[in-house]
């Protein structure tokens, strides 16, 4: 009889037995997981216990002996410091004294009254011979260079609009004496016509200028364009210009001058911000009034002081020192400069970088500032593109009259003391393409530049004083290209110079002929890819820098510095030469191959992060150890946060590739410095120290603890120029931020 529905059936005895049996196995899995959690758990524990200890040991260990390695590194720097001081001051008297020696009649840029008197009696000055005016041009560039120098370091804002006023004087001038020549020129340009054209032709130029001019007397609706084949630029008219009683003057000038008046028009000059402190440094006495969050890092410090043992009480002092000052030191990362602030009585409070970084707080990133903001995208923005090969004029003026030989006598009619500007206003018909209004430049680029990408062309807009980036098309780009010279009167008539090496030929069309110059991006060559700083031997090292797009070498030996890269540049006024390294920095950036940083750049390169501060800790101690130890970039900078450093180190010296299991990992933080455990080949990131390493207060004290004997005591005899030099080329390029 089936079982009834809704009912369960009836379990047998064997079927009870096995579910008490599963169940009983069951229950004894489940205590026996349990038991192995528990035990697992009080495993990590004590294992977290052991640690805690440990790191409790080291931290103790490290606050111990903090007082003094803190003073170890205290008196390094500082001795380093006023060495470079002294040794700089010495060099700058001597200079000064050298100049006095030579009792030239070069004024002195600095001294108002001299520089004045140099202007006027230039400006009066009728000369018009050509290579007394170019050497005269000369001179000014040198002063106008002088006064940018004086821009970048001057400390009293009252200054400024004096130099800037001054600069443009001389920029105006040297523009105004170029003009005359071209004037002179032009007035004679009947008496120098071309047998083959009918036209006049000049080509004038120096190490600074290349002057060409052209004359139109011919006036032939037949005449298309000329190339001067000297100094490989041309230019291509339209038929009303060709028939049209003008001059056509190019000016290409080494120096950008337009730039210089657009940065002082648009942006606004203000003196260096107080940079953070440093060893090098001293305490004013006088500090600012502090907020309530200043308040509280002072008295944590107090309360902090009270329970330090005694030999650390002075230490513990000037941290409160530095907190107070912290107002005045909060700036951007742009803060990295290296200037000293000076007491009125003379007396000196020096702190280490490492104390300012533990007494003062994070920054906030710098507000965003506006150039150019209400302009339109093609108004060319400084800080992004720079201008490279100097400026290229081309512009038109109506011809001056010319002199009428008559019996013997030369007749020539008063005209005005300066050329006219001829304004180009196309004369278009319904029929005629808008391609055949535009005049046409061909230029060959400057030998002494370097343009990593495709060059930009930026034309001058005199009205609102900025480079604009519209107006430009047909723009064509020849490497490899042969130099022709047209002369449009005979489509047939071709002259072809031949030309020993790779030429590259720009050329492109405008509405009307304008100054231009061509541009490339700021920072065409960041993010770094990599770095390295290996040394050679005493007092010389290389620096290697893996840009985005080119591969340089700095070689150092003592304050002079040498380039090198592995590709073919025809740059024999830069590659291999020995200059200092703020020389060889300007020479860099005129090149076109930039690594250097300034304060826009966070705006417009991704980087790391990093809290300035911290990254300087890294840069001022890394440089006492250079001469040893070899320091490189590392993936896992990017991924431990800004407010902590990893770099690569080993002790080797010598060109040869540093071994891989030779690299060791150190963090920098604000308090602590230590050896980490991972490698550069981890899966992931871990901060975990290294078991066999202890903590250190000063990076030098952390690295001692994986050198050498001798290793150390070379770090002793480094040269202070030479620790100077690489500082300040770390500090320059700053590739802990920007790789």
Same mark, same amino acid.
Request: net charge negative.
């Given at each position: 009889?089936?079982?009834?529905?809704?009912?369960?059936?009836?379990?047998? +005895?064997?079927?009870?037995?096995? &579910?008490? /049996?599963? $169940? *009983?196995?069951?229950? %004894?899995?489940? @205590?026996?997981?349990?038991?192995?959690?528990?035990?697992?758990?009080?495993?990590?524990?004590?294992?977290?216990?052991?640690?805690?200890?440990?790191?409790?040991?080291?931290?103790?260990?490290?606050?111990?002996?903090?007082?003094?390695?803190?003073?170890?590194?205290?008196?390094?720097?500082?001795?380093?410091?006023?060495?470079?001081?002294?040794?700089?001051?010495?060099?700058?008297?001597?200079?000064?004294?050298?100049?006095?020696?030579?009792?030239?009649?070069?004024?002195?840029?600095?001294?108002?009254?001299?520089?004045?008197?140099?202007?006027?009696?230039?400006?009066?000055?009728?000369?018009?011979?050509?290579?007394?005016?170019? +050497?005269?041009?000369?001179?000014? &560039?040198? /002063?106008? $260079? *002088?006064?940018?120098? %004086?821009?970048? @370091?001057?400390?009293?804002?009252?200054?400024?609009?004096?130099?800037?006023?001054?600069?443009?004087?001389?920029?105006?001038?040297?523009?105004?004496?170029?003009?005359?020549?071209?004037?002179?020129?032009?007035?004679?340009?009947?008496?120098?016509?071309?047998?083959?054209?009918?036209?006049?032709?000049?080509?004038?130029?120096?190490?600074?200028?290349?002057?060409?001019?052209?004359?139109?007397?011919?006036?032939?609706?037949?005449?298309?364009?000329?190339?001067?084949?000297?100094?490989?630029?041309?230019?291509?008219?339209?038929?009303?210009?060709?028939?049209?009683?003008?001059?056509?003057?190019?000016?290409?000038?080494?120096?950008?001058?337009?730039?210089?008046?657009?940065?002082?028009?648009?942006?606004?000059?203000?003196?260096?911000?107080?940079?953070?402190?440093?060893?090098?440094?001293?305490?004013?006495?006088?500090?600012?009034?502090?907020?309530?969050?200043?308040?509280?890092?002072?008295?944590?410090?107090?309360?902090?002081?009270?329970?330090?043992?005694?030999?650390?009480?002075?230490?513990?002092?000037?941290?409160?020192?530095?907190?107070?000052?912290?107002?005045?030191?909060?700036?951007?990362?742009?803060?990295?400069?290296?200037?000293?602030?000076?007491?009125?009585?003379?007396?000196?409070?020096?702190?280490?970088?490492?104390?300012?970084?533990?007494?003062?707080?994070?920054?906030?990133?710098?507000?965003?500032?506006?150039?150019?903001?209400?302009?339109?995208?093609?108004?060319?923005?400084?800080?992004?593109?720079?201008?490279?090969?100097?400026?290229?004029?081309?512009?038109?003026?109506?011809?001056?009259?010319?002199?009428?030989?008559?019996?013997?006598?030369?007749?020539?009619?008063?005209?005005?003391?300066?050329?006219?500007?001829?304004?180009?206003?196309?004369?278009?018909?319904?029929?005629?393409?808008?391609?055949?209004?535009?005049?046409?430049?061909?230029?060959?680029?400057?030998?002494?530049?370097?343009?990593?990408?495709?060059?930009?062309?930026?034309?001058?807009?005199?009205?609102?004083?900025?480079?604009?980036?519209?107006?430009?098309?047909?723009?064509?780009?020849?490497?490899?290209?042969?130099?022709?010279?047209?002369?449009?009167?005979?489509?047939?008539?071709?002259?072809?110079?031949?030309?020993?090496?790779?030429?590259?030929?720009?050329?492109?069309?405008?509405?009307?002929?304008?100054?231009?110059?061509?541009?490339?991006?700021?920072?065409?060559?960041?993010?770094?890819?990599?770095?390295?700083?290996?040394?050679?031997?005493?007092?010389?090292?290389?620096?290697?820098?893996?840009?985005?797009?080119?591969?340089?070498?700095?070689?150092?030996?003592?304050?002079?510095?040498?380039?090198?890269?592995?590709?073919?540049?025809?740059?024999?006024?830069?590659?291999?030469?020995?200059?200092?390294?703020?020389?060889?920095?300007?020479?860099?950036?005129?090149?076109?191959?930039?690594?250097?940083?300034?304060?826009?750049?966070?705006?417009?390169?991704?980087?790391?992060?990093?809290?300035?501060?911290?990254?300087?800790?890294?840069?001022?101690?890394?440089?006492?150890?250079?001469?040893?130890?070899?320091?490189?970039?590392?993936?896992?900078?990017?991924?431990?946060?800004?407010?902590?450093?990893?770099?690569?180190?080993?002790?080797?010296?010598?060109?040869?590739?540093?071994?891989?299991?030779?690299?060791?990992?150190?963090?920098?933080?604000?308090?602590?410095?230590?050896?980490?455990?991972?490698?550069?080949?981890?899966?992931?990131?871990?901060?975990?120290?290294?078991?066999?390493?202890?903590?250190?207060?000063?990076?030098?004290?952390?690295?001692?603890?994986?050198?050498?004997?001798?290793?150390?005591?070379?770090?002793?005899?480094?040269?202070?120029?030479?620790?100077?030099?690489?500082?300040?080329?770390?500090?320059?390029?700053?590739?802990?931020?920007?790789?």
């Amino acid at each position: 009889m089936p079982p009834k529905k809704g009912k369960k059936p009836k379990l047998t +005895k064997a079927q009870k037995a096995k &579910l008490k /049996l599963e $169940e *009983e196995q069951r229950r %004894l899995r489940e @205590e026996e997981e349990a038991r192995i959690q528990a035990e697992r758990e009080e495993q990590e524990r004590l294992e977290r216990q052991r640690r805690q200890e440990i790191l409790d040991m080291l931290e103790a260990k490290d606050s111990k002996r903090r007082g003094r390695e803190v003073g170890e590194l205290h008196s390094l720097l500082e001795k380093n410091y006023f060495a470079v001081i002294k040794y700089k001051n010495d060099a700058a008297q001597m200079c000064k004294w050298e100049k006095y020696m030579q009792c030239g009649d070069i004024p002195d840029p600095g001294v108002q009254q001299d520089i004045n008197t140099f202007i006027s009696l230039w400006r009066d000055d009728p000369t018009c011979n050509i290579k007394t005016v170019f +050497k005269q041009c000369n001179l000014a &560039l040198q /002063l106008i $260079e *002088e006064l940018e120098v %004086l821009l970048r @370091e001057v400390t009293d804002e009252k200054y400024i609009p004096k130099y800037q006023e001054t600069l443009l004087h001389l920029q105006d001038i040297v523009y105004t004496k170029i003009l005359n020549i071209s004037m002179e020129i032009l007035k004679g340009a009947s008496n120098n016509i071309d047998t083959e054209t009918g036209n006049m032709q000049a080509v004038v130029k120096d190490e600074n200028t290349k002057l060409c001019v052209w004359a139109n007397l011919m006036r032939k609706s037949r005449f298309k364009c000329l190339t001067f084949k000297e100094v490989g630029m041309g230019f291509e008219l339209t038929k009303q210009l060709a028939m049209s009683n003008i001059a056509v003057r190019i000016l290409h000038t080494t120096y950008d001058h337009l730039s210089t008046l657009s940065r002082i028009t648009h942006v606004k000059t203000t003196v260096a911000p107080p940079r953070l402190l440093t060893v090098f440094d001293e305490v004013p006495q006088e500090v600012p009034e502090q907020d309530d969050g200043e308040k509280e890092i002072q008295e944590e410090m107090q309360e902090e002081q009270e329970e330090e043992p005694e030999e650390e009480q002075e230490q513990a002092e000037e941290e409160v020192s530095m907190a107070q000052y912290s107002e005045e030191t909060k700036g951007s990362e742009s803060q990295l400069s290296r200037d000293s602030t000076h007491t009125e009585d003379g007396e000196s409070q020096v702190v280490t970088q490492v104390e300012v970084v533990e007494a003062e707080p994070t920054p906030p990133p710098p507000e965003e500032d506006e150039v150019f903001s209400n302009e339109g995208d093609e108004v060319v923005d400084l800080r992004m593109y720079t201008p490279l090969g100097g400026v290229f004029y081309y512009e038109m003026f109506y011809l001056p009259p010319q002199s009428i030989h008559i019996n013997g006598w030369e007749i020539r009619r008063v005209s005005e003391s300066r050329l006219k500007v001829f304004q180009y206003i196309p004369e278009k018909s319904e029929d005629e393409e808008s391609a055949s209004t535009l005049v046409g430049v061909s230029v060959r680029l400057p030998d002494t530049v370097v343009f990593l990408e495709t060059p930009r062309v930026g034309r001058w807009d005199a009205e609102a004083k900025y480079w604009r980036m519209d107006g430009i098309s047909d723009f064509t780009c020849q490497e490899n290209a042969q130099e022709e010279e047209e002369e449009g009167e005979d489509d047939e008539e071709e002259v072809v110079q031949e030309e020993t090496g790779p030429v590259t030929k720009v050329s492109f069309k405008m509405d009307s002929f304008y100054p231009f110059v061509f541009m490339q991006k700021t920072y065409a060559n960041f993010p770094f890819r990599s770095w390295e700083v290996r040394p050679l031997g005493k007092d010389s090292a290389l620096f290697t820098i893996h840009g985005a797009l080119i591969d340089l070498t700095i070689t150092i030996q003592g304050d002079q510095c040498m380039l090198q890269t592995d590709r073919e540049l025809n740059l024999a006024n830069l590659f291999g030469k020995w200059m200092s390294a703020p020389d060889l920095q300007q020479a860099m950036i005129k090149a076109g191959l930039n690594v250097f940083v300034n304060e826009h750049t966070d705006k417009f390169v991704t980087s790391c992060r990093k809290d300035p501060r911290r990254e300087h800790v890294a840069y001022e101690q890394m440089s006492l150890f250079a001469s040893v130890c070899t320091f490189s970039w590392s993936k896992w900078n990017a991924q431990c946060g800004p407010q902590y450093i990893v770099v690569k180190v080993s002790e080797h010296q010598g060109i040869d590739p540093v071994p891989e299991d030779s690299w060791n990992l150190f963090q920098v933080g604000a308090k602590r410095f230590q050896k980490l455990e991972i490698t550069e080949t981890s899966e992931e990131f871990c901060a975990d120290h290294h078991p066999e390493s202890e903590f250190h207060s000063t990076f030098i004290h952390m690295l001692q603890d994986n050198m050498s004997p001798e290793g150390i005591s070379r770090t002793r005899e480094a040269h202070f120029i030479f620790v100077d030099t690489v500082q300040s080329l770390f500090c320059a390029t700053r590739p802990l931020m920007f790789c």
